[in-house]
């Protein structure tokens, strides 16, 4: 079994976050109005890491993101796992929205490479309150940061764009076209035990958008199956030639001038 090399692999720590976003990428306002927000067993995340590793010798990018990671309790815990694979990937990003403070044993941990990267995503003063003083606390633990702007005129990819489900299937060469056009494919990530090879259809899925069929992964953590048999998957997986899930999602970067909305826009009743 020759081990694969990958481009990047995201994991979401949990689906909480403290903001109700009206055009947020991981459809979290919807998942709150239906009581579905997984918070991602600790362990379970340790777990599937670690399979991950045990099929994929290398990995350029590592990304953490949610929901908001910094409101999962034991963050730290999985970076300071990852450090272990320092050799194996090029950079890891934690992602988070500049409301919350940095807990000190996650700045702890990321002080100890500079691999780590932290991206403060900045939604302007009103919203992502905490910027500065992140900033101070980076600077004091020596941890390497960058600030995304999302405010104002010059916002970030000139603000967010809709990335609502299509009410009705494609047909499957306009999936196919979809996928091949789309700048977001390759972006493997892991939700919990499971690895899906791009996290629109997964979160379609949760949101009830889209069937389960339509979603592709490899089960990490699944003692009913060998690593060889997840290989064998990831390989098919890396090769498909799109995904069922292009058929209801209009991608990233396949339309030109297509409509931006201002960033993190407030849904009005917070559930
Ligand atoms: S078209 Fe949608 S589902 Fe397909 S790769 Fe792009 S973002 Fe993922």
Redesign the pocket.
């Known amino acids: 079994m020759e081990k694969l090399v990958m481009d990047r692999v995201s994991c979401h720590v949990t689906e909480r976050c403290n903001l109700r976003c009206k055009m947020c990428s991981a459809f979290i306002p919807k998942l709150y109005e239906l009581g579905n927000v997984p918070e991602y067993d600790m362990d379970e995340l340790i777990k599937s890491f670690q399979t991950y590793f045990e099929l994929v010798e290398r990995v350029r990018m590592i990304s953490i993101s949610g929901g908001e990671p910094m409101l999962h309790p034991r963050l730290a815990e999985l970076l300071e796992f990852l450090l272990q694979y320092e050799e194996r990937f090029t950079k890891l990003e934690v992602f988070t929205n500049g409301t919350l403070s940095i807990p000190e044993p996650v700045l702890k941990v990321m002080a100890k490479s500079e691999k780590m990267l932290l991206f403060v995503d900045h939604y302007g003063p009103e919203i992502s309150k905490k910027v500065d003083e992140i900033k101070e606390l980076c600077e004091k633990y020596n941890v390497r940061y960058t600030i995304r702007i999302y405010y104002g005129e010059n916002a970030h990819m000139g603000g967010w764009f809709d990335k609502s489900f299509l009410k009705e299937k494609l047909s499957e060469e306009k999936a196919k076209e979809?996928?091949s056009k789309?700048v977001?494919?390759n972006m493997f990530t892991i939700f919990g035990k499971e690895l899906v090879y791009?996290p629109?259809?997964y979160e379609g899925w949760a949101i009830g958008a889209i069937p389960r069929s339509d979603v592709l992964g490899v089960r990490l953590v699944d003692e009913e199956t060998t690593l060889e048999e997840k290989y064998e998957k990831l390989v098919e997986l890396c090769n498909v030639e799109y995904?069922p899930?292009?058929a209801w999602?209009n991608?990233?970067g396949i339309y030109e001038d297509v409509k931006r909305y201002v960033p993190a826009e407030q849904v009005k009743s917070k559930k």
């Open positions: 979809h996928f789309c977001s494919t791009c629109m259809p995904l899930g292009c999602c991608g990233v």
